[in-house]
């Protein structure tokens, strides 16, 4: 069982930013490879960035590329999301997810199904 809590969201003017932290908790961290991904009410839940199998190449969206940056501490079991120049079409509750990359090795790691687990959320709120 892997643990995952995140922190780090708020309300913020549009071109600001945030930093999201994931704090992962539980079996062995360097088994798993970590993405994050955002839903607004009503809508799916999207891609954002992650880390590829090897845990060096990243992913992100197409709409974050070049605004965000995912990273990790793997001394504190840690992922970020570095959200920059924020748009109000960023509000959402944003989600950290783990997926097992021993069992799931070949996972591109952009789609939710692939992932094993999933934190509680932090709402990020960009105003206008």
């Known amino acids: 069982q892997v643990q995952l809590v995140e922190s780090g969201g708020g309300l913020v003017q549009a071109g600001g930013s945030l930093r999201l932290s994931c704090a992962a908790s539980?079996?062995?961290?360097?088994?798993?490879?970590m993405g994050w991904f955002r839903q607004d009410p009503g809508k799916e839940r999207e891609f954002v960035a992650a880390?590829?199998?090897?845990?060096?190449?990243?992913y992100y969206a197409d709409s974050v590329k070049g605004r965000f940056t995912i990273s990790r501490d793997n001394a504190k079991n840690t992922v970020y999301l570095q959200m920059n120049s924020l748009k109000p079409e960023d509000t959402a509750v944003y989600y950290c997810?783990?997926?097992?990359?021993?069992?799931?090795?070949?996972?591109?790691?952009?789609?939710?199904?692939?992932?094993?687990?999933w934190g509680q959320g932090t709402q990020v709120t960009v105003s206008s």
């Open positions: 539980g079996r062995t961290f360097s088994n798993y490879r």
């Open positions: 880390f590829n199998w090897s845990g060096i190449s990243t």
């Open positions: 997810a783990a997926r097992n990359i021993v069992i799931r090795r070949s996972s591109s790691g952009r789609y939710s199904y692939e992932y094993d687990y």
